[in-house]
């Protein structure tokens, strides 16, 4: 019963601005140009508000003021507009109470932000040239805690006594309980939004990653960046911490404990500027 009505959650969920899934789309084609996506973006006031907002923050440095989105891409390049671009779009997402998670304020936000730039940092090590896709899923693993809180609030009590009495993992224990865990949710409401399979992919199998295909790095990369959040003192939301899959993460991505190190330590200074830029 509690499948059906997840689902029909999803469907209320509001839709993901449609100028970030055209631009995402621009990003993607070798043939787009700056000036396409400037043409994307430009008629969405609010979002283009915002990444002006972003672009004359400390996060960026620059020395002269960004007055308009063409000067924003010449400056910042198209890749960085696009960081900026998702991150506005999902601020409302993520704002809030998920009380079923004991998660409190922008506690699901941060969290999402510092997966998403340490997703960044990792596919870098990785050798990969376009993180773009890798930071999306990052931003987004947690989306189907958004949905999913309050059914978890409603069967607490049962999905604890799983966790306590019987091992499970908070996630096995949510997919035991109401039929689906909110990495499941998370893939069905990337589909609904008409994300490509390779951002769906990471958001629906982040704690399963190994039922990805080995060619497939993006998707442990987004559990190795998730937990690093847990590694650096951060509020988890009920998920649990494990050092066995960090190691076969790490392998399959074919990083070492040290890449792992010292990506936390780049993590720290990113992170706090945008997480002061999210709150001003």
């Given at each position: 019963m509690e499948k059906k009505e997840i689902l029909y959650t999803i469907k209320g969920l509001p839709p993901f601005p449609e100028t970030a899934l055209k631009a995402i789309k621009a990003i993607k084609d070798p043939d787009s140009s700056a000036q396409d996506l400037v043409d994307i973006i430009q008629y969405d006031q609010s979002i283009t508000a915002n990444i002006?907002?972003?672009?004359?923050?400390?996060?960026?440095g620059l020395r002269t003021r960004v007055t308009s989105l063409k000067q924003a891409v010449a400056y910042l390049g198209s890749k960085a507009i696009m960081d900026m671009l998702l991150l506005s779009g999902s601020l409302s997402y993520f704002r809030g109470e998920h009380t079923g998670y004991g998660l409190k304020g922008e506690d699901l936000l941060n969290h999402s932000v510092s997966t998403a730039l340490m997703c960044r940092i990792l596919g870098q090590k990785t050798g990969l040239k376009d993180t773009s896709t890798l930071f999306t899923a990052g931003l987004l693993h947690d989306i189907g805690k958004v949905v999913l809180s309050s059914f978890v609030k409603d069967k607490y009590d049962e999905i604890v006594q799983l966790v306590t009495n019987k091992n499970y993992s908070f996630v096995m224990a949510e997919k035991e309980v109401l039929g689906m865990d909110h990495a499941q949710v998370g893939g069905e409401i990337a589909q609904q939004w008409g994300f490509p399979e390779e951002i769906g992919r990471p958001i629906s199998l982040?704690?399963?990653?190994?039922?990805?295909?080995?060619?497939?790095?993006?998707?442990?990369?987004?559990?190795?960046?998730?937990?690093?959040?847990?590694?650096?003192?951060?509020t988890m939301g009920a998920d649990s911490w494990s050092f066995k899959k960090i190691k076969d993460a790490l392998k399959r991505c074919r990083l070492k404990e040290y890449d792992l190190d010292d990506a936390m330590l780049m993590l720290h200074e990113p992170l706090k500027s945008v997480q002061d830029l999210i709150r001003s």
């Open positions: 002006l907002r972003f672009a004359n923050s400390a996060y960026f982040h704690h399963q990653f190994k039922e990805a295909p080995l060619e497939d790095i993006s998707t442990p990369l987004v559990f190795l960046a998730d937990q690093v959040y847990f590694l650096v003192g951060g």
